[in-house]
């Protein structure tokens, strides 16, 4: 999984990210965009920019390859087995969908192969998330400051994490893209006698 949190200035990095990616990316990727719930125009936003299916998640649905998974408004977004769930706790941060909240949830439910990625934002929501998914031995990605429309939330993430890597957001998603196909070229394949063989 690979979960990508911005708030302000979030709409140029969300659509520079999803533009990029190749239709037969296979690694379910989902935003976390602070918005309101006025802000209903944001799938179409980034449909415009991208081949892959943009759809705001339902409660229990399915996570599946090829899709890029937008949480919705006023809801906090959780990683519940296979599956999304949506919570109407409290804000976090004065925020939800809260960055953190769903960080902490994919740490918790993938470990290793969680990759989280704080982009442009004007507060700290994502810092701890991030620090939870490197904690677990997954992967810490954060739009270098220089480059964000707002650089206090990526400037957190990288006091959160300092082992972050930190990349301009060009290099953001062919760097997504280079852990994509390593990942893919990890998965166990099935010979044709049924033995597991790996690519």
């Known amino acids: 999984m690979i979960a990508v949190g911005a708030s302000w200035g979030g709409l140029k990095a969300l659509r520079a990210v999803a533009h990029g990616l190749p239709s037969h990316f296979r690694v379910p990727i989902t935003f976390v965009q602070h918005r309101s719930k006025e802000s209903a125009a944001l799938r179409d936003l980034l449909q415009d ?11 229990k649905q399915p996570i599946m390859g ?5 949480a919705p408004p ?5 990683v519940d ?6 919570s109407v706790d409290e804000p976090v941060r004065y925020s939800r969908p809260s960055i953190d909240v769903f960080f902490e949830s994919v740490a918790e439910r993938f470990g290793p192969e969680a990759v989280g990625v704080v982009l442009t934002g004007a507060n700290e929501d994502g810092a701890a998330g991030l620090r939870q998914i490197a904690a677990r031995g997954g992967q810490a990605i954060v739009q270098d400051p220089r480059t964000a429309e707002s650089p206090i939330m990526p400037r957190s993430a990288l006091r959160a994490v300092p082992s972050a890597l930190s990349l301009p957001l060009e290099r953001m998603t062919p760097y997504l ?4 196909t390593d990942a893919e070229n990890a998965r166990p394949r099935r010979a044709s006698g049924g033995d597991e063989v790996r690519a």
């Open 49 to 59: 920019c991208t081949s892959l299916i943009v759809c705001e998640v339902e409660d």
């Open 66 to 70: 090829g899709y890029i998974y937008l």
């Open 74 to 78: 006023d809801y906090h977004l959780l």
């Open 81 to 86: 087995g296979d599956a999304f769930s949506l």
């Open 177 to 180: 893209i280079s852990l994509a």
